[in-house]
Antibody
Framework: EVQLVETGGGLIQPGGSLRLSCAAS????????MSWVRQTPGKGLEWVSI???????YYADSVNGRVTISRDISKNTVYLQMKSLRAEDTAIYYC???????????WGQGTLVTVSS | EIVMTQTPATLSVSPGERATLSCRAS??????LAWYQHKPGQAPRLLFYGASIRAAGIPARFSGSGSGTEFTLTISSLQSEDLAIYYC???????????FGGGTKVEIK
């Protein structure tokens, strides 16, 4: 059974750092396109980042330079390292799989990140 | 950035009736459009990609259509389990970004 489980969310102060994890089961992350998508109250769903099967990564302009996507093949897990967090980064962060880099055929249930002092 | 606009914001439909959801792109996205269903407390689920290609396991009462700037998601006979927010997403100018619509909430009348 395909499953994605996100962890690592929480309350973090502005300017802080956080690492989100996405543990996958039922498939191999390194042979798929893996993305992070966030849902904010104000802007709805927003694509954040993707890592290709070959390891290339892309980022949304809104987070470029502040987040890094990576993966651990041995743990079949994808990560999103976030730094210099802002209030507008407050969102539910979803991990999503794609057979194609452009849409998402399986999603996790998300982890909530709250940036507030 | 391509802006995706979904209408209406909320749609109330009686069980068994047809629900028609619209998604408009600020510029042509060809057929590079996906639809997702997001039920409360659950992970979003892919319904369609390529505007009209049904994803695995999606019931036949769901259909997707359109191209260019105008797209439609139709639920031919609404079931109670279809209560959800539905999102469209364009991917025409990848890797220059992907954008989602604001969603349509489908309520059971």
């Amino acid at each position: 059974e395909v499953q994605l489980v996100e962890t690592g969310g929480g309350l973090i102060q502005p300017g802080g750092s956080l690492r989100l994890s996405c543990a996958a089961s039922g498939f191999i992350v390194s042979t798929n396109y893996m993305s992070w998508v966030r849902q904010t109250p104000g802007k709805g769903l927003e694509w954040v980042s993707i890592i290709y099967s070959g390891g290339s990564a892309y980022y949304a302009d809104s987070v470029n330079g502040r987040v890094t996507i990576s993966r651990d093949i041995s743990k079949n897990t994808v990560y999103l390292q976030m730094k210099s967090l802002r209030a507008e980064d407050t969102a539910i962060y979803y991990c999503a799989r794609g057979k194609d880099p452009t849409y998402f055929d399986f999603w996790g249930q998300g982890t909530l990140v709250t940036v507030s002092s | 950035e391509i802006v995706m606009t979904q209408t209406p914001a909320t749609l109330s439909v009686s069980p068994g009736e047809r629900a028609t959801l619209s998604c408009r792109a600020s510029q042509s996205v060809s057929s590079n459009l996906a639809w997702y269903q997001h039920k409360p407390g659950q992970a979003p689920r892919l319904l369609f990609y390529g505007a009209s290609i049904r994803a695995a396991g999606i019931p036949a009462r769901f259909s997707g259509s359109g191209s260019g700037t105008e797209f439609t998601l139709t639920i031919s006979s609404l079931q109670s389990e279809d209560l959800a927010i539905y999102y469209c997403q364009q991917y025409n100018n990848w890797p220059r970004g992907l954008t989602f619509g604001g969603g349509t909430k489908v309520e059971i009348k």
